[in-house]
T-cell receptor, first 112, second 114 residues
Framework: AQSVTQLGSHVSVSEGALVLLRCNYS??????LFWYVQYPNQGLQLLLK??????LVKGINGFEAEFKKSETSFHLTKPSAHMSDAAEYFC??????????FGAGTILRVKS | DAMVIQNPRYQVTQFGKPVTLSCSQT?????MYWYQQKSSQAPKLLFH???????NEADTPDNFQSRRPNTSFCFLDIRSPGLGDAAMYLC?????????????FGPGTRLLVL
């Protein structure tokens, strides 16, 4: 069965610093992977998705993620954090029956 | 802009009093999903409709029901809310059910049970 593990339930960075949110997946088939962002009391917004076209995926708001099959990882990065990036981030894999399987989420805090 | 709309954004109900949450979409998508998200947890799929075909998750309590009267609207009915049903309820849509399909989420309805 497909699953994702997000390492670190909370990540804190300074404004302007690199953002790195970690996601490892488990899948018996080539995975389709997604990163979503959730601001407080809001729904989930798609940041980017990997569908095997390219290993480096660029998303909205300056985020990108690299698919590494050898490491079964799909980490999310942004070169320079902004205060508005403070939110919860969910990694997800498309699972059996074409259902999204979410990780537990990582709360990103950005310090001024 | 095409979008997923949920009403109301906040809903307060009493223990045991039936409540209905609403979702509408202007994307003309075939699939509509309902997720439950409890505090500090990932969203959990309750059920989904593919067109008129209803698909319930095995562990969704019988207390939760859904209706989809047309392509645009989908409702979540909680017949007898308990305190443990207090959560954010998220509606999502997708064009189809292939592996690459993106799910588009609404803003959610936060349910409080008194």
């Amino acid at each position: 069965a497909q699953s994702v593990t997000q390492l670190g339930s909370h990540v804190s960075v300074s404004e302007g610093a690199l953002v790195l949110l970690r996601c490892n997946y488990s899948s018996s088939v080539p995975p389709y992977l997604f990163w979503y962002v959730q601001y407080p009391n809001q729904g989930l917004q798609l940041l980017l998705k990997y569908t095997s076209a390219a290993t480096l995926v660029k998303g909205i708001n300056g985020f990108e993620a690299e698919f590494k099959k050898s490491e079964t990882s799909f980490h999310l990065t942004k070169p320079s954090a902004h205060m508005s990036d403070a939110a919860e981030y969910f990694c997800a894999v498309m699972g059996y029956g074409n259902k999204l399987v979410f990780g537990a989420g990582t709360i990103l805090r950005v310090k001024s | 802009d095409a979008m997923v709309i949920q009403n109301p954004r906040y809903q307060v109900t009493q223990f045991g009093k039936p409540v209905t949450l609403s979702c509408s979409q202007t994307l003309n998508h075939n699939v509509m999903y309902w997720y439950q998200q409890k505090s500090s947890q990932a969203p959990k799929l309750l059920f989904h409709y593919y067109d008129k075909d209803f698909n319930n998750e095995a562990d969704t309590p019988d207390n939760f029901q859904s209706r989809r009267p047309n392509t645009s609207f989908c409702f979540l009915d909680i017949r007898s809310p308990g305190l443990g049903d207090a959560a954010m309820y998220l509606c999502a849509t997708s064009r189809g059910r292939t592996s690459q399909e993106t799910q588009y989420f609404g803003p959610g309805t936060r349910l409080l049970v008194l």
